[in-house]
């Protein structure tokens, strides 16, 4: 089959479903649509549902259809690691097999710390692993005080910055 173009649409933390090996993770169980699906009652999705994302699996309201109009799919990583930028790399056909460099037990090097505050103007509080909800309440109150950022990772090799709109600005 021939196409012209192709689109992939990649829904980063919109997991559906669970992978057998989650609950090497800490995911077992996983299933972030199916959740809120359930939890709200039903959800509407109406152009995802035509391009047959309640083919993949069950989502509250949500139909299977017989005839999407585009194709669908879900991935079982084989890649080692647990990272959006493993999954990216493995969709576009890379496996990884060696898990990327995480940054969980001291933060992300000085050097790199003392770059990002010279190029923004901006200290860096946080440098540390944490759930970006947990971060938010510590930190959160002392970003909005000194307009600083706050920098963290989760279990994976991806810096986060985080800082309140009303304070830091969305130009920043």
Not at 34 to 58: D, Q, V
Request: net charge negative.
């Amino acid at each position: 089959m021939k196409f012209k173009r192709i689109f992939t649409i990649v829904m980063d933390s919109v997991g559906c479903g669970t992978e057998p090996h989650s609950k090497d993770y800490g995911d077992d169980g996983a299933n972030t649509i199916g959740h809120i699906s359930e939890a709200c009652g039903g959800i509407t999705l109406k152009n995802l549902e035509s391009l047959g994302y309640g083919n993949i699996t069950p989502i509250k309201g949500v139909k299977e259809i017989a005839n999407p109009i585009g194709g669908y799919g879900y991935q079982q990583e084989i890649s080692i690691g647990k990272d959006t930028l493993t999954g990216h790399f493995e969709i576009m056909g890379l496996k990884v097999t060696k898990p990327f460099k995480t940054f969980t037990d001291n933060g992300f090097p000085k050097e790199l710390i003392d770059e990002l505050e010279h190029q923004t103007g901006h200290k860096v509080i946080g440098n540390c692993a944490a759930s970006g909800t947990e971060i938010l309440k510590v930190l959160g109150e002392e970003q909005m005080k000194t307009n600083s950022m706050i920098v963290y990772t989760s279990s994976d090799s991806v810096l986060q910055i985080a800082a309140h709109e009303e304070t830091f600005g969305l130009e920043e």
